[in-house]
């Protein structure tokens, strides 16, 4: 079994930065891709970044593409995600998710573990 905790989530003006972290316990060596999720009111749940187990393989999807980077430090088992020229339609609640599998550098392995999410409010 894999937990996930969220964290640094928060209201920042339109243009900042914040960087959410996303901490694993349990058993994480079972884990290969780490992604990261966003969700806002009345819409479907939205894959924005995901990172291999190795850490060097890693997936953006187009709307944060070049703002984003996901990173990941094995030896604390958290995985971040730093978004830069944060923009109002940022604003969601982002989960972090693992996947259960032995690839070191698959992006593509089916999410089992879900953290609670972190909400982001991005102001104009």
């Known amino acids: 079994q894999v937990q996930l905790v969220e964290s640094g989530g928060g209201l920042v003006q339109a243009g900042g930065s914040l960087r959410l972290s996303c901490t694993a316990s349990?058993?994480?060596?079972?884990?290969?891709?780490v992604g990261w999720f966003r969700q806002s009111p009345g819409k479907e749940r939205k894959l924005v970044a995901a990172?291999?187990?190795?850490?060097?393989?890693?997936y953006y999807t187009y709307f944060v593409e070049g703002r984003a980077t996901i990173s990941k430090d094995n030896a604390k088992d958290t995985v971040y995600l730093e978004i830069n020229s944060l923009k109002p339609e940022d604003t969601a609640i982002y989960y972090c998710?693992?996947?259960?599998?032995?690839?070191?550098?698959?992006?593509?392995?089916?999410?089992?573990?879900w953290g609670q999410g972190t909400q982001v409010t991005v102001s104009s």
């Open positions: 998710a693992a996947a259960s599998g032995s690839s070191r550098y698959s992006l593509s392995d089916p999410y089992t573990y």
């Open positions: 990172v291999s187990r190795s850490g060097t393989n890693t």
């Open positions: 349990g058993r994480t060596g079972s884990m290969s891709n």
